[in-house]
């Protein structure tokens, strides 16, 4: 029985170091937003270069997101895609909105049901000539990289995943967007 007990008592510590290590393991996102973000610039029609699967986008190519802005001062948001092999495009309106656009202006919510949004944090933006963003959600299963172009150079490609990686991302989950039909 005692033996029974000192094994019993050292299978409970493995498990609670092996927990405890594999706690020490996962990384806390860095959900920092831009300190800067001019609305104006940022408007119009931007390629998904790549994304993390989920249930909504699933099996879309050739995706892009366009904004404009509404007469209620919400962002318009049109989503549109190609399910793979099919010649219909689908497409999904929503509404993003500021959430403090004074002290965090990378910091939207976005809806496409009823008033149901989800957070839409600009991490990473090509303040120049606003040509890149990458985009996170509030837990590590939302990342995309856009680009206001159907491509984007591998140097900045891999800037983003570096920054992305340092954020505490698994770039590895990223799936690379098909953008080659003629749109």
């Given at each position: 029985?005692?033996?029974?007990?000192?094994?019993?008592s050292?299978?409970c510590?493995?498990?609670?170091?092996a927990?405890?290590?594999?706690?020490?393991e996962?990384?806390?996102?860095?959900?920092?937003?831009?300190?800067?973000?001019?609305?104006?610039?940022?408007?119009?029609?931007?390629?998904?270069?790549?994304?993390?699967?989920?249930?909504?986008?699933?099996?879309?190519?050739?995706?892009?997101?366009?904004?404009?802005?509404?007469?209620?001062n919400?962002?318009?948001?049109?989503?549109?895609?190609?399910?793979?092999?099919?010649?219909?495009?689908?497409?999904?309106?929503?509404?993003?909105?500021?959430?403090?656009?004074?002290?965090?202006?990378?910091?939207?919510?976005?809806?496409?049901?009823?008033?149901?949004y989800?957070?839409?944090?600009?991490?990473?933006?090509?303040?120049?000539?606003?040509?890149?963003?990458?985009?996170?959600?509030?837990?590590?299963?939302?990342?995309?990289?856009?680009?206001?172009?159907?491509?984007?150079?591998?140097?900045?490609?891999?800037?983003?995943?570096?920054?992305?990686?340092?954020?505490?991302?698994?770039?590895?989950?990223?799936?690379?967007?098909?953008?080659?039909?003629?749109?």
């Amino acid at each position: 029985m005692k033996t029974i007990l000192i094994s019993f008592s050292a299978f409970c510590a493995l498990i609670l170091f092996a927990s405890c290590a594999q706690a020490a393991e996962k990384t806390e996102l860095d959900l920092r937003t831009v300190d800067q973000l001019d609305l104006n610039r940022y408007l119009g029609k931007w390629y998904e270069i790549a994304r993390f699967d989920h249930s909504f986008e699933r099996g879309l190519e050739a995706c892009t997101a366009e904004y404009s802005l509404r007469p209620d001062n919400k962002i318009r948001v049109i989503n549109s895609g190609y399910k793979m092999g099919n010649t219909k495009k689908q497409v999904s309106e929503g509404k993003a909105k500021f959430l403090n656009p004074e002290s965090e202006p990378g910091k939207l919510k976005v809806s496409f049901f009823l008033w149901f949004y989800g957070d839409y944090n600009v991490l990473e933006l090509d303040q120049e000539n606003y040509s890149y963003v990458l985009i996170g959600g509030s837990s590590d299963k939302y990342l995309w990289i856009l680009s206001r172009t159907p491509t984007l150079p591998d140097d900045i490609k891999n800037s983003l995943l570096e920054k992305a990686t340092k954020r505490g991302y698994d770039v590895s989950k990223l799936i690379w967007v098909n953008q080659d039909r003629n749109l």
